[in-house]
Every structure is written in structure tokens, then in C-alpha cells.
């Protein structure tokens, strides 16, 4: 029978495409204070320090491409419903296949006006000061910073609450309100963890199997699976 497969992905998803996470020891913010590179006040304090740590960071996606991981997640659409929830700004689920992605922390390759959140504009270059939107406003990347709400979560809530199954992979499930959103499931429905080095769930009464593997060698096995 189809089901309704989520998928909650965090950076460790790309991770084997060659894109650094966050938090492991030799991290992306290493070497950046994280308030000086992705929040308002560090967008205020330094425009260029912010948009040239996108810029690198935007390039760096031109040239990586999807792994084995986010292959088999698109997999799982020819049996099931899938809905991909992610942290992650790059496009790599999208390119991969998958055809339901969400981003919950926005894209790498789109800007946005500062003064309307809602122009925003498909961007695969540098992005500097003086780029403006049609009525001359500064644009700014496309990425929910520390500090500023999340506008897609109650989407992504109502998702978890249907889903038959969930699957969480590569995310450190230190940064709320995505942490969260594993608390939404049905309590009966299983929920799968993959991760090699996996946080430990509170608050979630299911059933949680841990996969403490990559995310390319975790969806090998849960393709094994029968859902
Ligand atoms: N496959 C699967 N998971 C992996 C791999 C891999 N090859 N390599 C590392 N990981 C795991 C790590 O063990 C860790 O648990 O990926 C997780 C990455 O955690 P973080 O770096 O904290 O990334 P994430 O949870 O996505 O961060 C959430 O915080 O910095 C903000 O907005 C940013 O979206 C990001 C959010």
C-alpha cells in the first residue's frame, strides 16, 4: 500500500556530496562566528562579510552534485507519497528527483528583496551591494537567519502530523522549531533515524530505530526495508 513517507534531512545529507555540516569538528562555521554571518544584526554590523560567506558558499553548489543518499530518497517515490522536509539550503533533493522538497531555512539559490519578503528572485551568481530588486531595494540571500521566524514550519507540521512514516537524516536536532517537528508524528507511526553519530530524541514517544550510518549507506538499508 503507498504511503506518506517524510523525510526530515539536516546538512549531514550532503555531507558525502562534498557540502561541510555545520557542527562536526571541522565545521562551516568554523572560523565564523555564527551571529556575524547569518543573522540580522551581523547582516546590519557587515554586509559583505554576510554576502561574500553566501557568495562561497553559492558557488561551492554549482559545483557539487547530489549523493547516493539523496538518490534513494527520490527512490522511494515510485511506491510512496514522499514529502521531503529540509534545513538545508542547497537544491541537492531537488536535483536528485525528489518531487515534494521544502526548505525550511531557505535556498542558496534565490535572493530576496529586504523590503518585501515576498520578491524574491532566482540567483545563481555572486550577490553584492548594490543588487536591488525592480524598486531599487538591497537584496539579501534567501536563508532564514538565527533570530528570525521560520515562515514554512506550520506547512511542515501539518506534513509530520499525516506522515505513515518518518524518516530524520543527518541533523544534529540542536535547532528549534525543525527539532521539533519529530513531536508532531502520530505516536504509532515508526520513525527512523539516520545518523552516525545520532542526537538523542526527547519528547517522542514512538518507536525510533537508529541507523548510525551515513546517509548514503542509511537509505541503502531502509530501501531493504519492506514500508
Ligand atoms: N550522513 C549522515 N549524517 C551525517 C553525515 C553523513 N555522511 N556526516 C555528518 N552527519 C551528521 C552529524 O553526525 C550531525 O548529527 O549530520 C548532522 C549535522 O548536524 P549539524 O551540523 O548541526 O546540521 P543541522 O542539524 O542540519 O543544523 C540545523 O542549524 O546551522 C543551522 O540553519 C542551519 O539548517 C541548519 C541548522
Not at 126 to 146: S, T
Amino acid at each position: 500500500m503507498k504511503k506518506k513517507i517524510v523525510i526530515l534531512s539536516g546538512a549531514g545529507m550532503s555531507a558525502e556530496s562534498g557540502i561541510k555540516t555545520f557542527r562536526d569538528a571541522d565545521g562551516l562555521w568554523e572560523g565564523h562566528d555564527i551571529m556575524e554571518v547569518a543573522s540580522p544584526i551581523g547582516w546590519v554590523k557587515n554586509p559583505d562579510l554576510v554576502l561574500d560567506f553566501y557568495n562561497k558558499r553559492r558557488a561551492q553548489l554549482l559545483e557539487v552534485e547530489p549523493n547516493r543518499g539523496h538518490y534513494l530518497v527520490a527512490e522511494l517515490e515510485k511506491k510512496h507519497e514522499v514529502y521531503v522536509i529540509t534545513q538545508n539550503v542547497d537544491d541537492l533533493h531537488e536535483r536528485s528527483g525528489s518531487t515534494n522538497v521544502l526548505h525550511l531555512h531557505g535556498e542558496l539559490f534565490k535572493v530576496r528583496s529586504t523590503k518585501s519578503d515576498t520578491l524574491i528572485y532566482d540567483w545563481r551568481k555572486d550577490l553584492h551591494l548594490g543588487d536591488v530588486d525592480h524598486e531599487g531595494n538591497q537584496l539579501r540571500p534567501h536563508i532564514v537567519w538565527f533570530g528570525e521566524e521560520v515562515p514554512a514550519i506550520d506547512q511542515a507540521i501539518k506534513i509530520v502530523q499525516d506522515a505513515d512514516i518518518l524518516i530524520v537524516i543527518g541533523t544534529s536536532l540542536q535547532v528549534y522549531p525543525a527539532a521539533g517537528l519529530i513531536s508532531y508524528a502520530n505516536n504509532q507511526i515508526p520513525i527512523y533515524y539516520i545518523d552516525p553519530k545520532p542526537a538523542t530524541m526527547y519528547d517522542v514517544a514512538n518507536a525510533v530505530t537508529v541507523i548510525p550510518m551515513t546517509a548514503g549507506e542509511g537509505m541503502e538499508k531502509i530501501i531493504s526495508y519492506e514500508l
